[in-house]
């Protein structure tokens, strides 16, 4: 059992950063999969990055993979997000799962976060 608590996140302005931490507790949290993914109002969940618990690889959307940077340590994993623009307004989420493949689906994580809204202004 993983339990996910999310930080960070708010208020920027467009060209800001912003750096949400994912927060786990259990003593197998290196054995999962972790990713982030954003929903905007009246869209599907998207994927944005992913630290695999495996090998330390980490993939990202190519849209982001500029701007976005995914971290982990022994029990977080943070996103760093820079040059945010209101695009990039969502509710983020960080998610856990025992996967190695298909990280950008949603479906294949089991844990999830309780959601952090990121509010860029123009």
């Known amino acids: 059992q993983v339990q996910l608590v999310q930080s960070g996140g708010g208020l920027v302005q467009a060209g800001g950063s912003l750096r949400l931490t994912c927060a786990a507790s259990g003593r197998t949290f290196s054995m999962y999969t972790v990713g982030w993914f954003r929903q905007a109002p009246g869209k599907e969940r998207e994927f944005v990055a992913a630290s695999l618990w495996s090998g330390g690889t980490t993939y990202s959307a190519d849209s982001m993979r500029d701007r976005f940077t995914i971290s982990r340590a022994m029990n977080t994993v943070d996103l760093q997000m820079n040059s945010l623009t209101p695009e990039d307004t969502c509710v983020y989420y960080c998610?856990?799962?025992?996967?190695?493949?298909?990280?950008?689906?949603?479906?294949?994580?089991?844990?999830w976060g309780q959601g952090t809204q990121v509010t860029v202004s123009s």
């Open positions: 998610a856990a799962g025992r996967l190695v493949s298909a990280t950008a689906l949603p479906s294949n994580y089991n844990y």
